[in-house]
């Protein structure tokens, strides 16, 4: 394909050279004006030219005229196809490599960052290829052969026209790098614009509830001036370029138009090679404008380009072994092993670990925010590396499995449920494309969030996310509670940092989550009284430690951290709970 | 762009009593969306005076500076189509002159060499200022339209009442505001002043060239048809193939936006190839609709050139076949064919403009009429002529027989009667969908009931200055809503005047004061977009400092505690006490010791109160409060509770 552009590129500038040239030729040579100096030594203009030479020409003419035409339909066809197909190759690979890479990548990585690599730079680096590299080349061709023929033909006035390029290219040049900055000024502003609006109107009720309508006006006004005055004073800049180039243009036209009368009165130059000469111009004018629009291209794409190699070359910490063996679970028995952990040397996350889960337990973390409860769950399947000691599962290291049957082996429901904007079905389908009907309906059931589907409009075939039905944060989880039961894993991890949500609610997940766990061995991070109750060990973790490990009851005698907590956090629950029993309300 | 669009919406839009505005009084706005949720993108009529006749008043506070700008467009074109006219003229005259070759005659030649140089330099000259001219106008009239329009729209959605926001997509309303002007201003601007100028440009060609020669005229205007007809039919094509990339684009990064954002579950899901297939699909079919359009754009160039060689050829075979009859002299023959040929190479920019600007006339006219859909929906909350202001509140709240519905026809709230005695604090029991939000949302008037009375204080509430009467109310929401800027500002939105003591004393009384001490910036620290930079239950504490600095006599909490971690809720808790002695509250809770704190509970069922009293009475009741209250600690019911969660989803 390289070399079919390279091709059509050449024809093209070549027969784009050829037409004033070929225009010339049928003038003079064609129609034969020609301003000679006869016997008397008088100058004269004849036509001189007959019918044969004027077809000659003509056809000379309309054959390149179909040629450039099929050449310049190549040429920009192809340039835009290698264009189009890099930006592909590079989507492709930035989608792949951000699947892949682990959560201490995206941990860091903000989305809106993520967003605008993979589409303002690979636009960029796009723009590169199809008008830095090919256009640019057309150009340079074009300008270089066409200026070399006019200078060759007539030295003075091509050399008089020629002194515009670099004038009009240096200006043009000038003017897209300075208005480069101011550019990206002005699409900051209007992000900072739409902003204030996004808010105000996502914030409404906020808005209203304090009656802000004046105060926020006068955000959005302040903003819309700012644009105003930044948006203007471009204009004005622009104002004087844009015309200056223009100007220029014209300027260079009535000059080689006047040298030229001048070259045509002394006998050195004749009508046809003038009228070839003002349509070279004509025709470089937007070529050589186009020179600063491409160096600007260049700056810009040297820029995207390094950012958009910045994802696809990023290496993930949390890399498969090349002779990963896939993980065999049997028994789902679960063992950390000294395990610590930090994101950045000086700061210790986890602290030499050990934990052995049975299979079928249910362990149970507690603590305060930052002990070290979510690491725990997050290195099982590996979405970060422990940094000393290992992680086994029925007595295989973590690491020296395929990530994949790794982490198939393993359910997550995570606190925040991200659904997708999909139908109910094939979000709780996620895991397992290929589920049938009954079998989506029969974990939908035990999530107990069935019978909510079936009550929608459209049952499983409900949207749900920005266009669909928006579900409550226990809806949500159920849906995330019947995905992970698809998947039928050994392992189960389930981040339960939600505090209250209405009774109704509490009482659908708690049966759902009973569903869940039976004969798995699973790992929960418990807010609920009732599952750390019912858990067979809990974990009481600070400070990347765990500090207390036991059954409630042997635990709450200690009177330790666990008994802290619980007076603080879980004792309410419990006393609501005995309130119920004291008064006899249990059928 | 599309990847941010409407990606705030979450949260409260949805919530209210779990009823999502579906059906009902949106005929406007429902249709034409499109891929991302946005406004379709469409054609209107090229041409409606109504619309028009409502633009006109946007432009006459600029209408001198549109006057200038119109002369500079009339000399514009005058000196750049000029230019091969004088030329032509010139060369012939240079010609002949010299050819007669007589002293008088070579003065003359260098007379006029003098003279039409000079011209076309003077034309240069002029062109530059005319340009420059036109572009100051413009540009001053287009960023001053932009701004007035965008200033206007901003002012006139938030004087709508929240059933509009309940209904929309906060992306579409969004791109009204941004893009659908922009469109406008274009058009009124630039669009309208290039149309004129593309059409004189025409016009001078066309005279220019018959007075050159009406035969040769006649015979190179022969292709200017061809031309319109030609492009008219590309645009036809070419504009529904750029509507396509742009569709295909915005799925890609829709898709691209999705999968970063929930990479977390893909990953513990282990769905990277189906999604790689799935994207490779997008991307190859964004990819095939970019070669669409692109084999379209690439049409244009070589089929122009083409005509345009035709047009040359004729002109060349006219001239040769007087020339060689004698008709024409050397000088005329070369002159006639530089100018010829030199408007024949100009033909086809103004013709290209005419045919794109109907394209874009049609995009503005449909902009402006969504412009005009926002700017034409009357907000239903308007205070009345001589609204009464209410210095103070004592925080008296009476529902008088209160019939409410968000959508006609399915009520929410059926003959609701509370009275509410001043520092009084109620809970609000019941399932999602009884209505227990729609109080509280009544209470600060954000939507009108439709039968009976809500009074603040003695006061009907649609005889009140709302303003006045939000001053002294502070609403808590389930999802804390924080705006961009320091922390401190944020707690300061409650009372705008809040010295940073009071901001500060507030922070304190809610027991945020322990974590925003802890950041390195303290009360100064910058918020991300909304907040995303603390943790919910953070977010939810400052929420919580700034209904406080209101210093509130009426205090609503919906569900405040309800997504926020037990740590938060803790502190929460502890400031609570605090936090509603004195007050009036209406609160919405699912933490039964806030709810057993509560002077009267409210048990709501259906839109109706179903019982009334404080906890030891309802229990003693043993009504329908007392089963709610058991039926978190037993298993009982669970057919029952996943029945009445899916009846009250259907409602």
Do not use: C
């Not at chain 1, 249910?362 to 725990?376: E, N, Q, Y």
């Not at chain 2, 009902?24 to 034409?32: F, L, P, S, Y």
């Not at chain 2, 001078?204 to 015979?219: M, S």
Request: charged share 20%; proline share 3%; hydrophobic share 45%.
């Amino acid at each position: 394909m390289m070399f079919a552009s390279i091709f059509a590129l050449v024809g093209a500038s070549a027969l784009t050279i050829a037409a004033p040239w070929l225009t010339g030729y049928a003038i003079d040579t064609g129609l034969g004006v020609v301003t000679s100096i006869n016997l008397s030594g008088d100058e004269v203009t004849t036509v001189e030219g007959d019918w044969g030479t004027l077809w000659v020409a003509i056809g000379l003419l309309a054959a390149a005229a179909v040629g450039r035409g099929a050449f310049v339909y190549a040429q920009t066809y192809l340039a835009e196809r290698l264009g189009q197909t890099m930006a592909y190759d590079f989507r492709n690979d930035i989608y792949e490599r951000l699947q892949r890479l682990s959560y201490a990548y995206h941990d860091k990585a903000e989305i809106g960052q993520i967003m605008s690599r993979a589409t303002q730079d690979v636009e960029g680096v796009r723009m590169f290829v199809n008008m830095g590299v090919i256009r640019f080349a057309y150009v340079i061709v074009l300008v270089a052969v066409s200026y070399g023929l006019m200078i060759s033909t007539n030295a003075k006035v091509g050399l008089v026209a020629f002194a515009f390029v670099p004038l009009v290219a240096i200006q043009a040049s000038i003017v897209t790098m300075r208005l480069r900055p101011i550019w990206l000024g002005i699409q900051d502003l209007q992000g900072q614009m739409a902003n204030v609006l996004q808010e105000n109107l996502t914030g409404q009720r906020v808005v209203k509830a304090f009656s802000r309508t004046e105060f926020e006006q006068q955000k959005f006004d302040a903003k819309v001036d700012d644009l105003f005055h930044e948006s203007y004073r471009t204009a004005r800049f622009q104002a004087f370029n844009e015309p200056f180039l223009q100007g220029v243009w014209l300027l260079s036209l009535a000059v080689v138009f006047w040298v030229g009368v001048i070259e045509i009165r002394a006998g050195n130059m004749t009508a046809g090679q003038l009228t070839a000469f003002q349509l070279y111009l004509t025709l470089m004018q937007v070529p050589v404008r186009s020179i600063g629009f491409i160096i600007n291209i260049f700056a810009r794409a040297h820029s995207a380009g390094a950012r958009v190699f910045e994802i696809v070359d990023a290496r993930s910490p949390v890399e498969e072994r090349d002779d990963a063996e896939p993980l065999e679970v049997a028994r789902g028995e679960v063992r950390f092993e000294n395990v610590s952990f930090h994101y950045d040397a000086d700061s210790p996350v986890l602290k030499s670990v050990d934990i052995t889960a049975e299979p079928g337990q249910t362990v149970a973390l507690l603590g305060p925010t930052g002990s070290g409860k979510s690491s725990v769950v997050n290195l099982l399947p590996r979405f970060y590396d422990p940094s000393e000691g290992r992680i086994l599962i029925d007595g295989q290291d973590v690491r020296d499995v395929t990530l994949d049957s790794l982490r198939t082996n393993i359910g997550i429901v995570q606190q925040d449920v991200f659904l997708f904007i999909a139908s109910i079905r094939d979000n709780i389908r996620y895991g397992r494309p290929d589920a049938t009907d009954e079998e989506v309906i029969a974990a939908a059931k035990a999530a107990r969030i069935h019978e909510f589907i079936e009550s929608q409009p459209d049952g499983y075939d409900t949207w749900v996310g920005e266009r669909g039905t928006t579900l409550s944060g226990g809806q949500r989880q159920r849906v995330a509670i019947a995905r992970t039961l698809l998947l039928d894993p050994k392992v189960l991890i389930f981040d339960d940092s939600t505090a209250a949500v209405d009774m109704r609610t509490e009482f659908l997940i708690q049966e759902a989550l009973r569903n869940l766990m039976r004969g798995r061995t699973t790992f929960v991070i418990a807010q609920r009284l009732r599952t750390v109750m019912e858990a067979d060990q809990i974990l009481v973790m600070r400070d990347g430690e765990i500090v207390e490990q036991g059954q409630h009851d042997n635990l709450l005698e200690a009177g330790g951290f666990y008994r802290q907590i619980y007076d603080l956090e879980l004792r309410d629950q419990d006393e609501a709970a005995a309130s119920v029993l004291a008064e006899g309300g249990v059928d | 762009m599309a990847y941010w669009g409407g990606g705030g919406a979450g949260g409260w839009s949805g919530g209210i009593g779990g009823q999502r505005g579906g059906r009902g009084a949106q005929v406007d706005m429902t249709n034409r969306r499109g891929i991302d949720g946005w406004d379709y993108d469409e054609l209107g009529k090229v041409y409606d005076t109504a619309l028009i006749g409502r633009l006109i008043p946007f432009i006459t506070p600029h209408k001198w500076r549109a006057i200038i700008a119109l002369i500079a467009t009339v000399t514009l074109s005058i000196t750049s189509y000029a230019p091969p006219f004088i030329m032509a003229l010139a060369l012939e005259r240079i010609i002949d002159a010299v050819a007669a070759d007589t002293p008088e005659s070579l003065d003359q030649a260098v007379a006029d060499t003098q003279f039409y140089g000079l011209l076309l330099v003077g034309l240069a000259a002029l062109m530059f200022v005319a340009a420059m001219v036109q572009r100051l106008m413009t540009g001053y009239i287009g960023h001053h339209l932009l701004r007035d329009l965008r200033s206007m729209m901003f002012g006139h959605l938030n004087k709508l009442s929240l059933s509009f926001y309940d209904r929309e997509e906060v992306g579409r309303i969004m791109s009204r505001v941004t893009s659908d002007v922009v469109t406008l201003q274009e058009l009124m601007t630039s669009g309208f002043l290039n149309v004129l100028s593309d059409i004189l440009g025409l016009t001078i060609i066309i005279i220019a060239v018959y007075l050159l020669d009406p035969v040769l005229a006649t015979v190179s205007l022969a292709v200017i048809p061809f031309l319109f007809i030609f492009m008219v039919v590309w645009q036809r094509y070419a504009a529904r193939a750029f509507i396509r990339v742009r569709q295909a684009i915005a799925i890609v990064n829709a898709n691209i936006n999705e999968n970063v954002s929930g990479v977390r579950v893909v990953q513990s899901m282990v769905r990277e190839e189906t999604n790689l297939e799935h994207f490779d699909n997008l991307n190859e079919q964004n990819r095939q609709m970019n070669l669409d359009a692109a084999k379209l754009q690439a049409s244009v160039m070589p089929l122009v050139e083409i005509l345009s060689t035709v047009a040359t050829i004729f002109v060349l075979l006219v001239i040769g076949l007087r020339a060689f009859d004698g008709a024409l002299t050397g000088a005329e023959a070369g002159s006639l064919a530089l100018g010829f040929t030199l408007y024949i190479q100009r033909f086809f920019n103004p013709v290209r403009d005419i045919v794109l600007q109907y394209t874009m006339l049609q995009r503005a006219m449909a902009g402006a009429h969504r412009i005009f859909e926002v700017l034409d929906t009357e907000p239903e909350i308007v205070d009345p002529p001589g609204a009464t202001v209410l210095d103070d509140v004592e925080g008296r709240v009476d529902f008088e027989h209160v019939k409410f519905s968000y959508i006609e026809g399915v009520p929410v709230l059926r003959d609701f009667d509370l009275h509410v005695e001043p520092g009084e604090s109620i809970a609000l029991v019941g399932h999602t969908g009884a209505g227990k939000t729609s109080v509280t949302a009544l209470v600060n008037r954000s939507y009108d009931i439709q039968g009976g009375r809500i009074l603040v204080d003695g006061h009907d509430l649609t005889t009140i200055e709302r303003a006045s009467l939000t001053r002294r109310m502070s609403v808590v929401l389930q999802e804390p809503y924080l705006f961009s800027g320091t922390i401190r500002e944020n707690i300061r939105y409650g009372r705008l005047d809040a010295s940073d003591e009071d901001v500060e004393n507030a922070a304190r009384a809610v027991g945020a004061d322990e974590f925003i001490e802890q950041l390195n910036e303290g009360y100064d620290t910058v918020l991300h977009e909304r907040g995303q930079n603390l943790s919910v239950g953070q977010r939810q504490l400052i929420s919580f400092a700034r209904a406080l600095v209101a210093e509130p006599r009426i205090l609503i909490l919906d569900e405040a505690t309800a997504t926020v971690d037990t740590h938060t809720e803790q502190i929460i808790q502890r400031a609570l006490a605090t936090m509603l002695k004195g007050r009036t509250s209406f609160v919405i809770a699912h933490r039964l010791s806030t709810i057993r704190s509560a002077d009267r509970i409210v048990v709501m069922r259906a839109g109706e109160i179903v019982e009334i009293g404080n906890h030891d009475e309802l229990m003693a009741a043993d009504g329908v409060y007392a089963d709610l209250y058991r039926m978190t600690f037993t298993q009982a019911g669970s057919e029952d509770v996943l029945t009445e969660e899916a009846a009250s989803a259907r409602r």
